[in-house]
């Protein structure tokens, strides 16, 4: 597309495709070459096929992947319905010489994007390439052993996708909340020639190095009531710890009635530990 001076701090609402390459970063500095010209096949031939002028469509490199808008005039159904099914044709068709078939991401999106010497840019922009790069979409797109996947932003379903059309069906779309930098969203995910796809359960989040403190579980024992000083000593240990740690003299304590662990401190007075009315002095150096 063509964009004059004047036109660089404007924005136009076009339809933004981001695709990208599954697993780009497998691929040797042999292979990376063949896979990207086979994205830019996939893409071109799927445009000249759903008859989109070429002066409408704009084009960007992304290294494993391409960045794409479409002009306002090209209607956004004709994307989703023959732009796709071309495009995941060609792709099959692509795919039937290849050892390690080539997968795509395919995120969508209309809103307000800007133009200028070197690109695109505009949160329609941001949240499409968001959408293709989402877990999600990673997980569904190895979970099916498919092709291609798309994933549309919730206003775009509800805009285009939900009221159907040639080629698009609504149903065969599946919802998720997906988490991005920008905050929580919902998107739809298609697998082409598919009925909805399952959505994969989350992953499991990373554990956190060193453990982590597991909760202390309520025992269902009330606190001592006020004055049973001996039942308080039946629940309370002074042990010698002198020789527990170099360098180290003092009090260990142990309660079992109210999970305490203290050790090496210096207390100058009362000190009240579990229940209420449980005091105890000690006196130690650390």
């Known amino acids: 597309m063509n964009h004059d001076a004047s036109e660089l701090t404007e924005a136009h609402y076009e339809l933004v495709i981001s695709v990208d390459a599954r697993r780009s970063g497998e691929y040797d500095d042999v292979d990376k070459p063949r896979m990207r010209a086979r994205i830019y096949q996939v893409v071109e031939t799927a445009f000249t096929h759903a008859k989109v002028a070429r002066d409408a ?10 960045l ?19 495009a995941h044709e060609k792709l099959r068709d692509v795919n039937r010489d290849l050892a390690v078939p080539l997968g795509l991401r395919v995120g969508m999106h209309v809103g307000p994007v800007r133009h200028d ?11 499409a390439c968001r959408l293709a790069d989402s877990s999600v979409a990673r997980q569904l797109l190895d979970a099916e052993k498919a092709d291609l996947v798309l994933v549309t932003s919730q206003s775009l379903y509800e ?18 909340r997906l988490e991005l930098k920008e905050g929580e969203v919902t998107a739809w995910f298609h697998l082409p020639g598919r009925p909805a796809p399952e959505i994969p359960e989350p992953a499991p989040a990373a554990p956190v190095p060193g453990g982590s403190p597991l909760p202390i579980a309520d025992d269902g024992l009330d606190d001592e009531p006020e004055g049973d000083e001996d039942d308080f000593e039946d629940d309370f240990e002074a042990v010698d710890m002198s020789g527990h740690r170099p360098g180290h003299v003092g009090i260990h304590q142990n309660v079992r009635r109210d999970a305490f662990h203290n050790e090496s401190n210096v207390y100058h007075g009362p000190v009240q530990m579990g229940g209420s009315g449980n005091q105890v002095t000690e006196q130690g150096r650390g």
Request: proline content about 3%; aromatic content about 6%; glycine content about 16%.
């Open 57 to 66: 469509v704009h084009l960007e490199d992304r290294g494993d992947g391409v």
């Open 68 to 86: 794409v808008s479409v002009a306002g005039r090209i209607a956004a159904s004709r994307l989703l319905g023959l732009w796709l099914i071309e």
């Open 159 to 176: 805009d285009v996708v939900g009221a159907g059309g040639k080629f698009i069906e609504p149903a065969h779309y599946a919802p998720a």
């Open 117 to 127: 010497d070197r690109g695109i840019s505009g949160r329609a922009v941001d949240l």
